[in-house]
């Protein structure tokens, strides 16, 4: 999706593009942060925000299930914060 805000329909168009279901879930992922980025609530909560592949504190551990990263503004805590499972980081001993 790149860097720039488009339309919903830009937005739908590039998930029909995309020719996997991984390739899907990436975009998906790359909109959510890009939500949180511009979304005011969340902007005032999070300070930082990555997909996990891109956070840079990951020092190469596996993917367990989470999508992204996001820093706490407050307090610094990273957590996933998965709508489902929103948690700290710290139950998988990730600081």
Do not use: H
């Not at 879930?25 to 942060?33: N, S």
């Not at 190469?60 to 957590?79: C, F, S, W």
């Amino acid at each position: 999706m790149g860097a720039s805000v488009g339309s919903i329909n830009d937005v739908i168009d590039a998930f029909r593009r995309a020719p996997t279901n991984v390739d899907r879930g990436t975009l998906f992922e790359q909109l959510m942060v890009r939500f949180f980025e511009l979304d005011p609530a969340l902007n005032q909560q999070y300070e930082s925000v990555w997909r996990w592949i891109d956070w840079p504190d990951r020092q190469g551990k596996p993917d367990t299930g989470i999508d992204l990263v996001a820093r706490e503004r407050d307090t610094g805590e990273y957590t996933d914060p998965n709508v489902s499972r929103r948690r700290s980081l710290a139950w998988q001993g990730i600081q």
